[in-house]
């Protein structure tokens, strides 16, 4: 099975060629990402219309760049993936839409993936992990703990009721003066920083309720910032240390949290797991605080390679792959209409009062 993917929904054009040749481990033959970040650095966030824009002008090269470091052609590939939502919506116009010429032009069925399933799977792609197993997703648009127990089967068991984990990362930069993206500068500072120096806030550590939330993180940083303005290097160096350590902290018992429930709702799984995705999973001391649990608790911890836990299209070629070989290609996907809200789990209410806010929602 050859599955071409494509992933447009946010910052990233990308393609990639997933290979599955019968009961053999999957096969990356290539995985094309290019990176708007540049584009969008000066606005100190991504702008949808530029995003959009240069999806068009980059598809088509990134998609035949695919194919060349496959050695596939169109003729090889067994159906075309494109990731549908959730996302920036004029981002997944133009991978839909490309996708569904292709597909209309090889004569190849096409799938309709869901970013989130593409994320959830990753780890069975580089890890050949078994379901059920427990997933923390935390990247600049969303931070979710899910319970993937079968292709399509995913349960939310927390999710944010403010800002993402990466959203809170780069606005603390930005305050800060840092430069854009936030994450990687906010933690390249706290490596020089005192991070019991600002005793902040750990949003809902203890918390009955599972959810996440970080809003009030992020103003008690505005706050400690402006009361010791003008910041030296070793302010700005300290509140991130401190900042990182409140993050950490607050994530470690949430995800605690969720283990303990996975441990009663799984009984007989013999070594349960926690995965990561998302660029914050980037994050060494979030990496070692999560680790950390995970032994406490006995799963084992599972961080695929950061290419493919940040937005790539082989996360959405394995999907593509994954729904065909379970018979859930889904039917009539050519008038699949892009959704820029789609969530994962449509059991499992929107929380009140919340809503995913940036261009990353
Ligand atoms: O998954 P990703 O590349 O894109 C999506 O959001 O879909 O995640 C990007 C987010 C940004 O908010 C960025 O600041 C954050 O991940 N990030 C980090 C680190 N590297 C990237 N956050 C904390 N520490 C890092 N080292
Ligand atoms: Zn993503």
Request: aromatic share 6%.
């Amino acid at each position: 099975m050859r599955v071409l993917g494509i992933e447009t929904s946010c910052d990233e054009t990308a393609a990639s060629i997933v290979a599955l040749d019968g009961g053999s481990a999957p096969e990356i033959l290539s995985n094309v990402v290019l990176s708007q970040i540049e584009e969008h650095a000066a606005f100190g966030g991504v702008v949808p219309e530029i995003a959009a824009r240069a999806h068009v002008e980059a598809l088509d090269g990134i998609v035949e760049a695919a194919l060349t470091d496959s050695a596939v052609s169109l003729d090889e590939v067994d159906a075309v993936a494109a990731t549908a939502g959730p996302g920036l919506v004029g981002g997944l116009i133009v991978g839909l839409m490309t996708a569904k010429a292709i597909a209309a032009a090889a004569n190849k069925p096409l799938i309709a993936i869901n970013h989130l399933e593409g994320h959830a799977l990753t780890a069975r792609l580089t890890d050949g992990l078994d379901f059920p197993y427990l997933l923390l997703l935390v990247s600049g648009g969303h931070t979710q703990i899910v319970a993937v127990r079968g292709v399509g089967d995913y349960q939310r068991w927390a999710t944010t009721i403010d800002d993402a984990l990466g959203e809170a990362f780069d606005k603390t930069a930005k305050m800060l003066g840092l430069p854009y993206p936030g994450g990687p500068n906010v933690e390249k500072a706290a490596a020089k920083g005192d991070a019991s120096r600002f005793a902040f806030p750990r949003p809902m550590k203890g918390s009955a309720q599972p959810d996440f939330s970080f809003s009030g993180l992020k103003t008690a940083v505005r706050q400690a910032a402006t009361v010791i303005a003008p910041l030296s290097d070793q302010d700005v160096a300290d509140i991130c240390a401190s900042f990182q350590a409140a993050v950490a902290d607050a994530l470690g018992d949430r995800v605690a949290r969720a283990l303990a429930r996975f441990r009663k709702e799984f009984p007989d799984k013999a070594k349960p797991a926690l995965v990561v995705a998302g660029g914050v999973a980037a994050n060494r001391t979030i990496k070692a605080t999560l680790e950390a649990r995970c032994s406490k608790a006995g799963f084992a911890f599972v961080a695929p390679p950061q290419k493919l836990c940040t937005d790539n299209a082989a996360m959405i070629a394995w999907a593509g792959i994954e729904r065909l070989r379970a018979g859930m290609a889904g039917e009539n996907a050519a008038d699949f209409a892009p959704r820029s809200r789609w969530p994962l789990d449509s059991i499992s209410a929107p929380l009140v009062g919340s809503g995913r806010r940036g261009a990353k929602a």
